[in-house]
Structure formats: structure tokens, C-alpha cells
């Protein structure tokens, strides 16, 4: 299975602080992407990245993947109470369909 | 920017019954999908749809649940005979083709309550 896994599966921490998500999956994949999901909400795309690309940002997101290692990370920079969520990785092999991972409830308290 | 939309939000029905679940994805995308999440669990693959065929599916779609593309902006889940455990709530998705067909969007979901 291509499945990502996310860790840890719950995080806290306070408002202003970084948070770090990680993702690994197990075979090779074309892209990863984050989403967030807000309780009882959709799921919100976040950031792609592809199998050939090593980091991208967007605002106070920072995803890097290491495909070597088959693990992709999301960093929240200065986080706010609104960050609060679950959030999701989902990779997709060629061919194949998007897989998601059990997910991170990340609680930013204020 | 552009967004799929599912109806209704939430939808409660006696065990037993039909349930259509509506979806109209961004316009000019090829590639639509359902997903379903139970409380508190994964998000998991139903099915995808392209060109008027199912392209993939997974063990979870049996015969209870078939997809239609009725016209050129709905798209459709019928879950037949509902069960306890359909209770869910499910996600249409869709993207596009190109360089952008990459990001697959999600709509707001359907929560189904199955009593």
C-alpha cells in the first residue's frame, strides 16, 4: 500500500510556536499533498509538491519531501488559534488514486 | 476561485432507504472522485470517474453504490438500501488536466446520518 502515515497523531502547542507534521508513505509516489480539514469541514488543499522537488513554501507553510526516505514534513510557522485542525497528507503513485493518511489534530492554544 | 459543491450537507435517513448525494465539480475538470470519512477515522477512496466510465474503485464500493454523470456539471452517488454503518461523510472531489490537473479539490462534504 502506498498509505501515508502520519506523526504524531495529535499535537498541542501554544499560539506562536511552530508546528512540525510528518508524513511517511511506502512506495514511490508522483506528488504528495497536504490538506486541512477543520472539525466536521472539508478538507482544504494546503500545498503539493512533487517527486522532484525538495521543499516548497507557501505564507508560513514550509513542506519538505525526502523521497529517499519516503517522508514528507509540514512546518506551521508562528501559529495562530485558527491553525487549529487535523491535518492530512495524501500521496499518489502513478496510476494509482489518492491515498490519505490517518491524519494530525494539531490544537494551537491561545 | 472556483470550488466543488455538494448538497445537501446533511442528510438523515432511515436505514433501508435510498440516498443521492450531489455533486458539481469545477467546471472543466475531467476527473471527479468520491471519498468517505467515518467520524473520527481516515478519509478512504471510493471511486473515480472519468469519461463517463468508472476509472477505479475500491473494496468499500460494492453493489450498494453506483455514480452518475447525469449531465455536464452534476455528479452523483447513489447509496441503495442504506446501512448503520454508511453513516459518514462524503467528499466529491475533482481535477482538472495539464499542469494543474495535479491538485485534487474537495467539496465541503455530506454528512449522512443513517438511523
Known amino acids: 500500500s502506498q498509505q501515508g502515515e502520519e506523526d504524531p497523531q495529535a499535537l498541542s502547542i501554544q499560539e506562536g510556536e511552530n508546528a512540525t507534521m510528518n508524513c511517511s508513505y511506502k512506495t514511490s509516489i508522483n506528488n504528495l499533498q497536504w490538506y486541512r480539514q477543520n472539525s466536521g469541514r472539508g478538507l482544504v488543499h494546503l500545498i503539493l509538491i512533487r517527486s522532484n522537488e525538495r521543499e516548497k513554501h507557501s505564507g508560513r507553510l514550509r513542506v519538505t519531501l525526502d523521497t529517499s526516505k519516503k517522508s514528507s514534513s509540514l512546518l506551521i510557522t508562528a501559529s495562530r488559534a485558527a491553525d487549529t485542525a487535523s491535518y492530512f497528507c495524501a500521496t499518489e503513485a502513478y496510476g494509482q488514486n489518492f491515498v490519505f493518511g490517518p491524519g494530525t489534530r494539531l490544537s494551537v492554544l491561545p | 476561485e472556483p470550488e466543488v459543491t455538494q448538497t445537501p450537507s446533511h442528510q438523515v435517513t432511515q436505514m433501508g432507504q435510498e440516498v443521492i448525494l450531489r455533486c458539481v465539480p469545477i467546471?472543466?475538470?475531467?476527473?471527479f472522485y468520491w471519498y468517505r470519512q467515518i467520524l473520527g477515522q481516515k478519509v478512504e477512496f471510493l471511486v473515480s470517474f472519468y469519461n463517463n466510465e468508472i476509472s477505479e474503485k475500491s473494496e468499500i464500493f460494492d453493489d450498494q453504490f453506483s455514480v452518475e454523470r447525469p449531465d455536464g456539471s452534476n455528479f452523483t452517488l447513489k447509496i441503495r438500501s442504506t446501512k448503520l454503518e454508511d453513516s459518514a461523510m462524503y467528499f466529491c472531489?475533482?481535477?482538472?488536466?495539464?499542469?494543474?490537473?495535479?491538485?485534487?479539490?474537495f467539496g465541503e462534504g455530506s454528512w449522512l446520518t443513517v438511523v
Open positions: 467546471s472543466n475538470h475531467l476527473y
Open positions: 472531489a475533482s481535477r482538472g488536466t495539464g499542469v494543474s490537473g495535479n491538485t485534487i479539490y
